[in-house]
């Protein structure tokens, strides 16, 4: 297991959650908008990362990180000097890293940061090929999450890492497309929660299910029951009132995960809901994109009413098994009115979406079966006009740099059928080892 912290014989739980702010909000399987939000976008790591260090630097009380890479580049050295500089203010300090993301610049992270007064758990380490062979270890934490004093969170698809260097290919000629969010106001809280639960998960260094079984066997199991739910962040859910869309203040911001407990769907449900009711257009960036049935179908659906419907996807692709499971869907979505565009410039990293002129959503989510039924995954949707312009300014630039595919490019016959089976059965398999059944 690994240390959780300088202080780790404190127990995780000794920081009690913001007083007075119930987590109604999980507790629910769509998501819950807020009203009276301030929200940025943020394009690449250029961005993000000065606004993070002006934000960390600003910190009064507590700093909140939580990333799928966390390397030790240029990028990432500005922000763990950033994170020292606070936790040696007195502001406490906390990170945790996915620990087969974040693998290759553990042990140079670990020893700075826990010098430096900063409390780093792994989520899930990989230590030697014994790891994967439990379920779980195909389960990671891909989240890309900060909060400071509570004020400010940003949530995106950006880890820490520089926007022009890639873990597998090195240097890149062009900087990543990738985007993140920058939040204030009430939307602010369940980040907050999020990011405390998944630190103090990581910092059990056993999964849930070990717990509940600990629990069970406990001497004393609901004393222990109720430790863990205040070392989770976890409280019952309430009944709490669901506020109507329409009677809130601008900006209307909701944030979503995907988790293997009560949010297993709720991301994917986003996206659906709003699909469902768009009436003009619905543009989606995914690197990795290959949904399920129903997710095709309300593509298709929308299609069919008129809608337009744009994927932007990988043109020069980073994993090229990621790009054969997204090609192979080619000629059924061509087929359906859907038009495709792959991104040409640079590697694409985004996960945003848009539906009409008023939803859209920045996040950690791709459209395939290992953020949607797999990994812990988080999105900020808004509701606002001004916002999803903005979006979609970027989404019609990244396209006049695209190519789009055209039908007489797409392979047909046996060949064809032959690849998606391939990428169907080889899904499967992949859920299955990560102890996910049923069809997809």
Known sequence: MPDASPDAEQPAGDVPPPAGHPLHWYSLPRALFTGGNQVRLLRGGDALFPAMCRAIEAAHHEVWLATYIFHDDAAGLCIVAALEAAARRGVRVRVVVDGFGSAAALAALRTRLEAGGVGLVVFRPTEGWRSWLQPESFRRLHQKLCVVDGEVGFVGGINVLDDRFDLGHGALDAPRLDFAVEARGPVV??????????????????????????????????????????????????????????????????????????????????????FRQARHRIDIVSPYF??????????????????????????????????????VLYEEMLAQGVR???????????????????????GSSNIDPLSLLLNLEANVVVHD????????????????????????????????????????????LYLRVGGITGLY
């Open 189 to 274: 809280l369940p980040i907050e929660h999020t990011v405390r639960a998944v630190w103090s998960r990581a910092a059990f260094g056993r999964d849930w299910r070990d717990e509940a079984m600990a629990t069970v066997r406990s001497a004393r199991p609901v004393a222990r029951a109720r430790a863990l739910m205040r070392r989770m962040r976890i409280r019952p859910p309430l009944r709490a009132a669901v506020p109507v869309l329409r009677d809130l203040q601008p900006v209307r911001a909701a944030f979503v995960v995907r988790d293997n407990l009560r949010q297993r769907r709720a991301i994917e449900r986003a996206y659906i809901d709003a």
């Open 385 to 428: 006009q001004a916002f999803t312009a903005e979006l979609a300014r970027q989404f019609e630039e990244a396209v006049a740099a695209s190519r789009e595919v055209l039908p007489t490019a797409v392979s047909r016959g046996l060949w064809a059928r032959l690849e998606r089976g391939f990428v169907a059965w080889s899904a499967r």
């Open 290 to 327: 290959y949904p399920g049935l129903q997710f095709r179908r309300t593509l298709r659906n929308a299609a069919r009413r008129g809608v337009q419907v744009r994927l932007l996807l990988q043109g020069r692709p980073d994993y090229r098994f990621a790009a054969l499971a997204a090609s």
């Open 340 to 362: 495709i565009f792959e991104y040409m410039p640079a590697f694409l990293h985004a996960k945003v979406a848009l539906a009409d002129d008023h939803w859209a959503t920045v």
